[in-house]
């Protein structure tokens, strides 16, 4: 049997749901490991590669959507069940989803690192205000033929946030413990601030070990230069400074007492007293563990809510869907800043105000399917000045399953079994998934419309389909392709 017809009728067992859900732009969704890349995202590369069909049935649907791998916060107490870590509990939500929970020694690409430090790098597609990143890798003498668990893990890397948005914080220095060597899987955690999820990432990777490590440095790390103060507010303010070599994080003092640690370079500080005078220095922690001197102190005043309210807050920045169906989009966005603060936000959709709220998201409802509907935010500030409109988020509401039933061909849309349409005023229905493949030249498609078609030598046909040929009509037996109907025993007159 022909093995390409084989993946895809299996294909198309393991695919459920309708065309609508197939939509490669999606932008509910957050971001990945790029460097070296998640198991899902090394998915969406090899589509390129192998193709659709194949990178579909390996991976998943995360090949369309890198970004979605999203489950519970809390792990390893809480987040996904053991089993289903790498697809964060089935992803989108597909039964398919679960193929990238798989496992086995040969099964995955493998990316080469070393042991010692490496730098995962992020790809945000939305930056969320985060809490932090956690990093885990497989014990040594973990199977890799059995199902991921936590017990599997250990804890090998944490960099803290300060709640501000990921996106100033994309590359962290991770060690790979030197005991480590061959096949292990890394699991990269992304703790969202304003959600109650984290995005769950796997890489493969096969780790060169012995001699190949820098010599630990023995000095501590220099001491942060160029601390500075901007945005403050009457109860808050954003502390910024240098990004130090070889630090791993850094520890933020205010007023003499640590209050934070993070792993960026910058630290929002919130809930201070108006008009009040705050001392800060920062000292960077080595990824030796050594600690630098503390930085000279850097104050800043913050402001009287007596104060006029005389500027525009800031626009609000990534507005985006956290997920969309047939009759509505639930909108998110990034906060605004304003040096009193933002009293709340206005939502408008199509230049129509449709909501004010104090939170960054807004679930719009009621909505039409298959419509596209543009939409802005604007910042209030606590007196009453109102921002810049936000760059326009363009989305498209999810096309109703029955209105899928009948369309023409589209060479860059992905059908999926049962799907029909209308190709040369022929009706055609999908046998199983497929992408680009015309429906009167290929078998993924049966035809529907009483019309029997002439053989062609290089087009597939299954069982019960039925051609013409020299003025007969011939039916097949079974899958064939380049069988001569008057000369091939797959062929019977009709
Ligand atoms: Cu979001």
Not at 273 to 290: F, H, I, L, P
Request: no cysteine.
């Amino acid at each position: 049997m022909n093995k390409k017809l084989l993946g895809l009728a299996l294909m198309s067992s393991i695919i459920l749901g309708g065309a609508g859900l197939l939509s490669a732009d999606e932008a509910d969704a957050h971001g990945y490991v790029e460097k070296p890349a998640a198991r899902g995202y090394q998915g969406s590369l090899d589509k390129n590669t192998i193709g659709w069909g194949p990178a579909l049935e390996k991976y998943g649907m995360v090949i369309t959507n890198p970004q979605s791998l999203e489950a519970p916060k809390g792990f390893p107490q809480a987040g996904p069940a053991d089993g289903r870590i790498a697809s964060a509990n089935g992803g989108l939500g597909q039964i398919s989803d679960f193929v990238l929970d798989n496992t086995g020694y040969n099964r995955w690409t493998k990316q080469e690192i070393k042991t010692g430090m490496n730098s995962f790098s992020w790809h945000y597609t939305a930056p969320h205000s985060t809490s932090k990143w956690h990093y885990y890798i497989t014990k040594n003498g973990w199977n890799p033929e059995k199902p991921l668990a936590r017990q599997d893990l250990q804890l090998i890397g944490e960099v803290k946030h300060d709640g501000s948005p990921a996106s100033n914080n994309k590359t962290h220095q991770v060690n790979i413990p030197a005991d480590h060597s061959g096949y292990h899987v890394v699991l990269a955690v992304w703790d969202v601030a304003d959600t109650p999820n984290a995005f769950y990432n796997v890489i493969d990777v096969n780790i060169k070990g012995g001699g190949e490590i820098t010599p630990p440095v023995e000095v501590a790390p220099a001491t942060p230069t160029n601390v500075k103060t901007a945005d403050v507010t009457t109860s808050s303010l954003k502390l910024t400074w240098d990004k130090v070599e070889n630090a791993k994080e850094y520890n933020v003092y205010r007023d003499g007492k640590k209050v934070a640690t993070v792993g960026g370079t910058q630290f929002n500080d919130a809930n201070l007293a108006e008009k009040t005078t705050y001392s800060y220095q920062v000292e960077a922690v080595g990824t030796n563990g050594k600690i630098s001197e503390k930085s000279a102190a850097v104050k800043a005043t913050t402001q009287s809510s007596a104060t006029e309210d005389n500027q525009k807050p800031t626009a609000p920045t990534s507005v985006h869907s956290m997920g969309t169906t047939e009759t509505s989009v639930d909108l998110m966005w990034s906060k605004s800043t304003h040096f009193l603060g933002v009293k709340n936000y206005e939502v408008y959709r199509d230049g129509k105000k449709v909501a004010t709220t104090e939170k960054t998201s807004f679930k719009d409802t009621g909505l039409k399917a298959n419509t596209t509907y543009k939409y802005t935010v604007k910042a209030i500030s606590v007196g009453g000045n109102v921002s810049e409109s936000s760059a326009v988020f363009t989305v498209k509401t999810k096309e109703k399953e029955a209105e899928t039933g009948k369309t023409t061909w589209d060479s860059n849309k992905v059908y999926t079994e049962g799907n029909k349409v209308i190709f040369n005023d022929l009706e055609y229905q999908a046998k199983w998934w497929n992408k680009g493949d015309r429906p009167d030249k290929s078998d993924a498609w049966k035809l529907l419309s009483d019309k029997v078609m002439g053989w062609e030598s290089n087009k597939a046909y299954s069982g019960g389909d039925k051609v013409t040929y020299n003025g007969k009509t011939y039916k097949a037996k079974w899958w064939t392709q380049g069988d001569r109907p008057d000369n091939s025993s797959v062929w019977v007159v009709a």
